[in-house]
């Protein structure tokens, strides 16, 4: 819908457009109103291009899009009867946990490995682990390709599927070639479309998941789900989008959670949503409310930060990893709240 500067386009005004949407097979149509004209776009308005011509035509006001950016994300796509399934759960039946350290340390394997096998006990259904790391300070330690193998052995001792962040094509080789079941896009990398698509192009009709964080910066939900279906689009649609909180950070938090975004996607979008309340809050004492929050909002998983002995841990984990014993009271407050959500009122049942 294009809404004029003035009350009406002139002629020549109407000229212009057309030919800006004859290009892109769109025609407009004027609705003429009392006070003023405006004008719908027929066919197909979603070419990003087309706005931004319209949009810069110093006698249009602005220019309202209705159809959804996202074809193949669209909750009422033909994807939308697609289910998610990781560690023998299936996103928006049961609900989803995915629990381990922020960094695995190549130094001490056994970590990694007592703390998958007690978050397992806990009711973990996968396993996280940090191999490489993106780092606010660039100096910070950026993990060890040995943490790979010992990341893979944790899964064979638990029988649980990972999840690990990959940066670039050699991680995204390494991770895939090892058996990494989800692949972590991080929220340093969240729009950067060159690495989703190599991901995209790699996991295309495989089992292998995508956990999709939300980028830093406070960014549209219309560009979250937009950088979720660049992956969809190469032929996987096993994407988790995963809200981890927002720059700038509310005071006392590590970030400004975002959990309560949580409806507004699913409204939008049949992708489950998977929050992070680690990284959203940044301290282990904040991450069960944020958690259990996540799950009222509509969550269909919690990906959390855990370490057997946090203070020992590299990371992230000292700040903000919980204990297997927080994560085993959490998981069964977060399920709780879950059985509650989904036995719900009406107006919980439009977000589960
Ligand atoms: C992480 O999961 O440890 C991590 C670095 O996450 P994010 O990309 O959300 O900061
Ligand atoms: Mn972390």
Redesign the pocket.
């Known amino acids: 819908m294009i809404i004029p500067k003035n009350n009406r386009l002139t002629s020549d005004e109407i000229a212009g457009i057309t030919a800006i949407v004859g290009a892109f097979g769109c025609r407009i149509q004027p609705i003429v109103g009392d006070v003023r004209t405006v004008y719908a776009i027929l066919g197909d308005e979603r070419d990003e291009l087309m706005i931004n011509r319209l949009e810069g035509l110093e006698f249009v006001d602005r220019v309202d899009t209705i159809q959804s950016p996202h074809k193949l994300m669209d909750i009422k796509s033909a994807l939308a009867s697609h289910r998610v399934k990781i560690g023998g759960i299936t996103l928006g039946e049961e609900l989803l946990i995915m629990a381990g350290p922020?960094?695995i340390d190549p130094a001490n394997p056994n970590y990694f490995y007592e703390t998958a096998h007690a978050v397992k006990e806990a009711g973990a259904h996968a396993l996280?682990g940090?191999v490489w790391?993106?780092r606010t300070n660039p100096y910070a330690f950026q993990g060890d390709r040995r943490s790979l193998d010992i990341l893979m052995e944790g899964s064979r001792r638990t029988g649980l599927p990972v999840d690990t962040?990959v940066m670039d094509e050699e991680q995204l080789r390494l991770a895939l070639d090892a058996g990494v079941r989800i692949l972590?896009v991080?929220?340093?990398n969240a729009l950067n479309y060159s690495l989703l698509r190599q991901i995209g192009r790699a996991v295309a009709g495989t089992p292998t998941a995508v956990l999709l964080?939300r980028g830093?910066h406070t960014g549209t939900l219309n560009e979250f789900i937009s950088a979720a279906e660049y992956i969809v689009n190469f032929g996987n649609p096993n994407v988790m989008l995963?809200p981890?909180g927002t720059q700038p950070a509310l005071d006392g938090y590590r970030n400004h959670p975002d959990e309560s975004i949580t409806p507004l996607l699913k409204e939008r979008t049949w992708a489950p949503v998977v929050v992070?309340p680690s990284?959203s809050v940044g301290k282990a004492v904040y991450v069960p409310a944020c958690a259990l929050a996540a799950v009222a909002y509509g969550a269909d998983g919690l990906?959390i930060?855990a370490h057997l002995n946090p203070s020992q841990g590299l990371?992230?984990d000292p700040k903000q990893a919980v204990t297997p014993a927080a994560l085993a009271e959490l998981i069964i407050r977060a399920k709780a709240v879950h059985a509650l959500r989904r036995s719900g009122s009406s107006a919980t049942v439009t977000a589960s």
């Open positions: 922020c960094t996280r940090g790391k993106p962040e972590q991080g929220a340093r964080k830093m995963c981890r992070d990284h990906c930060e990371g992230d």
